[in-house]
């Protein structure tokens, strides 16, 4: 050993959040600056990209972390770890957005009455001058079939895009595309051990 320690070569323990009611501490750093350690979370903003919007949802539970099978085990969260989030404020939005139904099996208009059409969204009567908006809107309205399967089931495939070690959130953005498949696979090869 050339010499002793310095303050600047120390390392922190790591954070290990976990799933479960949200409690962060606070760590003086370097140039009296602050990192929000996040020891456990329960929710975060998650982003969804088509659509262009995001929405603070209850992350439900861990079900995929490249890292270690331990950290899923744990429901430990780190950046990059893939969740499953409730889909009820993203249900919510698009039905108030678009006007047309997410996730629901067998719509028929006989089965709700005159309060519940009343409240959604979707069943609801609007002047010709908004319907003609919403009409609009539905020209361009998609959801991918494999996120709309999700959407039945009421949970969200999503990824952590930051560090609640370090940032005290865990945001992220909904899967889709190429990605979602990609996750869904190894999800399924992870089953079949």
Known sequence: ?????????????????????????????RGGNLKLRALRLDTGNFSWASEGIAH??????????????????????????IVQIDAAPFRQWYEAHYALPLGRKNITEKKYTEEEKAELPF???????TQRKFNDRQKTSFVDPAVNEQFVAGKLYACVS?????????DGYILEGQELQFYVKKLKAKKGK
């Open 1 to 29: 050993q050339i010499r002793g320690k310095r303050k600047f070569e120390m390392g922190r323990p790591p954070a290990n959040t976990k799933l479960g009611h949200k409690r962060i501490h606070r760590v003086r750093t």
């Open 56 to 81: 603070k949802s209850r992350i439900i539970d861990v079900v995929y972390n490249a890292t270690n099978n331990e950290m899923v085990r744990t429901k430990t969260l780190t950046k990059n770890t």
């Open 123 to 129: 069943l609801k009567k609007r002047s010709q001058k």
């Open 162 to 170: 930051s560090r609640p070690g370090k940032c005290g959130r865990s």
